[in-house]
């Protein structure tokens, strides 16, 4: 599938701003089964500074500073991608079991090893401990293939947990998700990630888009979809595998990958500081459009 993705953030502020830095990540990545033809970043007021870098896990990101007087600022990326399909599902049970990937893990020393063991440390969204180790548990059966195992958890977490937008903010802990058996595609990915991590199995979060299918009969509503956030865990066998528990589904040609990383804090599709403002409205839109072959 080809599309073209618009994710425009628009600010309006109660006073003027006389500086402000940013930092975006919202440029869909190259990789095996994702080819980027075109992505381009516009941003007003003009910035006096706007420059591009790649983090250590290879997502783009675009530093701008706007050093003039505004009261409003627009960032507007449009990307266009083709989405081809992943071979992985039908792979699941090819994995490792899950305690010979333990052991693997602690010998591993090339590349995709040493970044495996990086993505099993805890961070400050992502905690591990015993409650969430337990919880993982539950779903991984002795000798079970770590992607099977990873699958089962994503049936547990769309089954069990009700997707509530109104319920949690970008700080609410896993554990009051965990708890309250509710979230939105944020929580449900962090929670797996330290269900995961907990047991010492690498999972990453990934950030990106997904395709909208309107209701039979319904049009598209132009800048009516979302940001989305599933998570991704690896084997030596199949590589790194990506589940979305808060559709259930293993991801295909309609989620498009922007950027992985730890959590959250690493992929957040834009963040900043500035110099005044005052009070702030904050108003995002985001177009994932299908085109043609």
């Not at 628009?10 to 440029?27: E, I, K, P, T, W």
């Not at 059966?141 to 699958?151: D, K, Q, R, S, Y």
């Not at 990958?257 to 500081?273: E, H, I, M």
Request: include cysteine.
């Amino acid at each position: 599938m080809r599309y073209r993705i618009s994710h425009l953030t628009r600010y309006r502020y109660g006073l003027d701003v006389a500086n402000c830095y940013n930092l975006g990540c919202m440029s869909p990545r190259a990789l095996p089964w994702q080819r980027v033809d075109s992505s381009h970043m516009d941003v007003s007021p003009m910035p006096g500074t706007m420059e591009q870098r790649l983090d250590f896990f290879g997502n783009r990101h675009v530093f701008f500073h706007v050093n003039e007087l505004h009261d409003a600022l627009s960032v507007s990326v449009v990307s266009e991608v083709e989405v081809l399909p992943r071979p992985t599902e039908d792979r699941l049970g090819e994995s490792m079991p899950w305690e010979t990937l333990l052991v693997w893990l602690e010998t591993a020393r090339d590349a995709r090893g040493l970044q495996a063991r990086l993505l099993r440390t805890p961070t400050r969204m992502t905690p591990v401990d015993p409650v969430l180790k337990a919880f993982a548990q539950d779903v991984f059966a002795p000798g079970m293939p770590v992607l099977e195992g990873a699958w089962r958890l994503c049936h547990r977490i769309f089954n069990e947990f009700r997707y509530d937008p109104g319920f949690t903010t970008l700080a609410t802990p896993v554990h009051t998700v965990l708890r309250q058996k509710r979230g939105v595609c944020q929580d449900f990915a962090q929670l797996a990630i330290s269900a995961l991590r907990s047991m010492g199995i690498p999972a990453s979060y990934v950030s990106g888009y997904l395709e909208t299918v309107p209701p039979p009969g319904q049009p598209r509503m132009i800048g009516a979809d979302a940001s989305h956030a599933w998570f991704s865990v690896f084997d030596p066998v199949v590589g790194w595998v990506d589940f979305d528990p808060t559709n259930n589904m293993v991801p295909g040609e309609r989620h498009v990958t922007v950027a992985f990383g730890r959590d959250y804090a690493d992929v957040v599709p834009l963040k900043g500081l500035m110099s005044g403002g005052g009070a702030h409205e904050l108003i995002v839109e985001v177009d994932v459009m299908p085109l043609s072959h």
